[in-house]
């Protein structure tokens, strides 16, 4: 599974999913019907999706697992900054363009 290191404050790091894009075999075509003909894009980014589907259930479950590590205020504040972290990472990635793009074609082979 792909993670990164991401700085969130103070001298700690935190590490998140990392949603690699893949090689796209073509061009994504803004006809939504083109991209359906195309067999090995869409196998491309039916895989590329099975894949981040698989990071993100795996990196929230293990989020929502989690718990402040000792007691106190100042571990509960350093807990939620490293959730917030997290969350942030993968939300960002999931807002980048090409992403968006992807996603948006892959529900659209899935309506059909």
Not at 18 to 35: F, H, Q, R, V
Not at 72 to 99: D, T
Request: net charge negative; proline share 4%; hydrophobic share 40%.
């Amino acid at each position: 599974m792909g993670y990164r290191q991401c700085w969130f404050g103070g001298d700690q790091f935190v590490d998140t999913v990392t949603l690699e894009l893949p090689a796209l075999p073509y061009t994504i075509s803004c006809d939504m019907d083109e991209n359906l003909a195309n067999l090995e894009l869409r196998n491309t980014i039916d895989k590329t999706c099975d894949g981040w589907f698989t990071k993100l259930s795996s990196a929230l479950a293990a989020e929502l697992c989690r718990a402040p590590t000792n007691q106190g205020p100042l571990a509960e504040v350093e807990f939620w900054k490293e959730r917030h972290a997290n969350l942030s990472a993968i939300n960002e990635q999931l807002k980048h363009p090409k992403v968006q793009e992807i996603i948006q074609v892959c529900i659209y082979l899935h309506r059909i």
